[in-house]
């Protein structure tokens, strides 16, 4: 039967990314089929003994140290990562390019050079397809048929990142629109979770998640404007950072939603540890963005050190959807914690999180959802179910301008009330100086589950920073599911009976922390205060 127009349209990108997986040298054997449920060992499988230490010892501060003192060469550094991340590619179906020659050509200049060219000589990274990249031949499709073949644009942020020395090397898959919690579109289908296949690795940047879950690659680009970064980075069990809106240029990005004022998104990184975190935003902050950017906050990466004794509190759950039992076991854990290192730790009592849910659902689509479905339209590509699911939500409607605005000021209110809550919360003149709270109602969902984003666009509406960290994992002896256990709502019920033990084995639980407004780096110290606590460096 012969493929109508979008499919072959959709055929001609996945045969340019399997042209680029070609290059792999030496090729890898064939991979056992089926897969295993999880991924995690294929690496010390098919890698030589030494592409397997650097991949899987290291992060990124850690690599960028060897590479100063010549422990490691760029090149052999960025071929070690082509190749572990064309094995995630075959495993988990998360790179839509490799970039082969131009990352070895890269690596090799740099390696030329008497002196490095930035902090990050040498250092590959990877990056979500939307994010536009500099060449004549990049393009972005943004997950969306219609666009495929369309010319890149100028990222600041990428440029920033590669005048700093970086190795571009791999670009990563996303779902389609962009606005989903589980990486699957029409081009590429689904991206799998590296711990465990049958859960899904996240969106949007689910690709950037699952390859760096994998360790494909220590510091991976991805945008956030519903929980975007963090969603991927819990689900794969790596660190994510969401700033403070315009404190980092979001310019070259490939979307629909130019212009729309109602609700930023922000690039974020996913990385193998809080540090890489902290340099990726000193590195891009470093370039004094704002002189470029009049939109942007003028306000260098200054790191926070905290003397007082931390006051955290636990956000056990958001009042509308109980967390399942592992992320409430991780909250345990972190709250102990940091109670045995002198904290103090307190109970968060959530304010209306169901009311900011219509108000951020609504203010994502005030067209009722018409731009991001264009595309679709143009090209014939089905909708997808949770691309659906999203549009159809009860607050996703087409205002009009004065319907909007009121909105706007609903946002605007419901921002002022938060603070005003937060700013109650203080005992003793001490107000809480973060929240621990689930980033996802579970670990990983299962495919196809993905429905309940509050827990991550709570933030975005309000415009906090929050920062991923894992935790643990799900133990089916302690995770057991609580066969009385009483629902609060429709939507906490079957969150609830989604859940069993059994088909969440080996995933990653991970918590979110998260400040007020522009505390990026107070978020950033309270994590090292809280890690450390945990027993970690």
């Given at each position: 039967?012969?493929?109508?127009?979008?499919?072959?349209?959709?055929?001609?990108?996945?045969?340019?990314?399997?042209?680029?997986?070609?290059?792999?040298?030496?090729?890898?054997?064939?991979?056992?089929?089926?897969?295993?449920?999880?991924?995690?060992?294929?690496?010390?499988?098919?890698?030589?003994?030494?592409?397997?230490?650097?991949?899987?010892?290291?992060?990124?501060?850690?690599?960028?140290?060897?590479?100063?003192?010549?422990?490691?060469?760029?090149?052999?550094?960025?071929?070690?990562?082509?190749?572990?991340?064309?094995?995630?590619?075959?495993?988990?179906?998360?790179?839509?390019?490799?970039?082969?020659?131009?990352?070895?050509?890269?690596?090799?200049?740099?390696?030329?050079?008497?002196?490095?060219?930035?902090?990050?000589?040498?250092?590959?990274?990877?990056?979500?397809?939307?994010?536009?990249?500099?060449?004549?031949?990049?393009?972005?499709?943004?997950?969306?048929?219609?666009?495929?073949?369309?010319?890149?644009?100028?990222?600041?942020?990428?440029?920033?990142?590669?005048?700093?020395?970086?190795?571009?090397?791999?670009?990563?898959?996303?779902?389609?629109?962009?606005?989903?919690?589980?990486?699957?579109?029409?081009?590429?289908?689904?991206?799998?979770?590296?711990?465990?296949?049958?859960?899904?690795?996240?969106?949007?940047?689910?690709?950037?998640?699952?390859?760096?879950g994998f360790k494909g690659s220590v510091l991976g680009l991805g945008g956030d404007i519903g929980g975007s970064v963090r969603a991927p980075a819990s689900n794969n069990g790596v660190y994510g950072f969401k700033p403070t809106t315009k404190r980092i240029p979001g310019k070259g990005m490939k979307h629909?939603?130019?212009?729309?004022?109602?609700?930023?998104?922000?690039?974020?990184?996913?990385?193998?540890?809080?540090?890489?975190?902290?340099?990726?935003?000193?590195?891009?902050?470093?370039?004094?963005?704002?002189?470029?950017?009049?939109?942007?906050?003028?306000?260098?990466?200054?790191?926070?050190?905290?003397?007082?004794?931390?006051?955290?509190?636990?956000?056990?759950?958001?009042?509308?959807?109980?967390?399942?039992?592992?992320?409430?076991?991780?909250?345990?854990?972190?709250?102990?914690?940091?109670?045995?290192?002198?904290?103090?730790?307190?109970?968060?009592?959530?304010?209306?999180?169901?009311?900011?849910?219509?108000?951020?659902?609504?203010?994502?689509?005030?067209?009722?959802?018409?731009?991001?479905?264009?595309?679709?339209?143009?090209?014939?590509?089905?909708?997808?179910?949770?691309?659906?699911?999203?549009?159809?939500?009860?607050?996703?409607?087409?205002?009009?301008?004065?319907?909007?605005?009121?909105?706007?000021?609903?946002?605007?209110?419901?921002?002022?009330?938060?603070?005003?809550?937060?700013?109650?919360?203080?005992?003793?003149?001490?107000?809480?100086?973060?929240?621990?709270?689930?980033?996802?109602?579970?670990?990983?969902?299962?495919?196809?589950?993905?429905?309940?984003?509050?827990?991550?666009?709570?933030?975005?509406?309000?415009?906090?920073?929050?920062?991923?960290?894992?935790?643990?994992?799900?133990?089916?002896?302690?995770?057991?599911?609580?066969?009385?256990?009483?629902?609060?709502?429709?939507?906490?019920?079957?969150?609830?009976?989604?859940?069993?033990?059994?088909?969440?084995?080996?995933?990653?639980?991970?918590?979110?922390?998260?400040?007020?407004?522009?505390?990026?780096?107070?978020?950033?110290?309270?994590?090292?205060?809280?890690?450390?606590?945990?027993?970690?460096?």
């Amino acid at each position: 039967m012969a493929l109508k127009p979008w499919e072959e349209k959709a055929k001609s990108a996945r045969d340019y990314r399997d042209s680029t997986l070609s290059k792999v040298e030496p090729p890898f054997p064939p991979l056992p089929d089926p897969l295993p449920l999880s991924s995690q060992d294929l690496p010390k499988q098919y890698l030589t003994a030494r592409e397997y230490e650097l991949t899987q010892n290291y992060d990124a501060v850690e690599l960028l140290q060897m590479l100063r003192t010549k422990q490691v060469t760029s090149e052999e550094l960025t071929k070690a990562f082509l190749r572990r991340a064309a094995l995630a590619q075959y495993a988990l179906n998360c790179v839509t390019e490799l970039m082969w020659d131009e990352a070895i050509e890269r690596a090799k200049y740099l390696d030329s050079l008497p002196e490095p060219v930035g902090p990050l000589h040498g250092l590959p990274i990877s990056v979500k397809e939307h994010h536009s990249m500099f060449g004549e031949k990049t393009t972005n499709h943004a997950s969306y048929v219609a666009w495929i073949g369309t010319p890149g644009a100028t990222n600041p942020v990428n440029d920033y990142l590669y005048d700093a020395g970086c190795v571009y090397y791999a670009r990563t898959t996303g779902p389609q629109t962009l606005m989903a919690l589980e990486c699957d579109n029409n081009i590429y289908g689904k991206t799998v979770n590296p711990w465990n296949r049958n859960l899904t690795s996240g969106g949007s940047s689910g690709g950037e998640g699952a390859l760096v879950g994998f360790k494909g690659s220590v510091l991976g680009l991805g945008g956030d404007i519903g929980g975007s970064v963090r969603a991927p980075a819990s689900n794969n069990g790596v660190y994510g950072f969401k700033p403070t809106t315009k404190r980092i240029p979001g310019k070259g990005m490939k979307h629909v939603a130019a212009g729309k004022e109602s609700i930023h998104g922000t690039i974020g990184p996913l990385a193998q540890s809080r540090e890489t975190i902290n340099l990726f935003m000193k590195t891009i902050l470093d370039n004094e963005p704002w002189r470029h950017d009049a939109g942007l906050t003028v306000k260098p990466w200054t790191p926070e050190t905290i003397t007082a004794p931390l006051k955290v509190a636990i956000e056990w759950h958001d009042g509308v959807v109980k967390p399942h039992p592992p992320v409430i076991r991780a909250l345990q854990m972190v709250a102990d914690a940091c109670k045995a290192a002198g904290m103090d730790v307190v109970d968060w009592e959530p304010y209306k999180h169901d009311k900011a849910w219509d108000i951020v659902s609504g203010l994502y689509f005030p067209d009722g959802g018409e731009a991001i479905l264009a595309p679709i339209k143009e090209s014939g590509e089905p909708i997808m179910p949770l691309t659906k699911f999203i549009v159809e939500q009860p607050n996703v409607k087409n205002r009009t301008m004065h319907e909007y605005w009121d909105l706007c000021v609903e946002r605007d209110t419901y921002r002022d009330e938060y603070a005003a809550h937060w700013s109650s919360m203080a005992e003793s003149g001490k107000e809480v100086d973060v929240i621990i709270c689930p980033t996802t109602p579970g670990a990983a969902p299962l495919h196809d589950t993905a429905t309940y984003w509050p827990y991550t666009s709570q933030w975005n509406l309000l415009d906090y920073p929050a920062a991923v960290f894992p935790v643990t994992f799900v133990d089916p002896d302690k995770d057991k599911k609580d066969e009385n256990y009483v629902p609060m709502n429709d939507q906490d019920k079957y969150n609830y009976d989604l859940y069993d033990p059994q088909k969440w084995v080996g995933a990653p639980v991970s918590l979110t922390i998260v400040g007020r407004r522009q505390m990026d780096e107070k978020v950033m110290a309270a994590l090292e205060l809280v890690e450390k606590a945990m027993g970690r460096k």
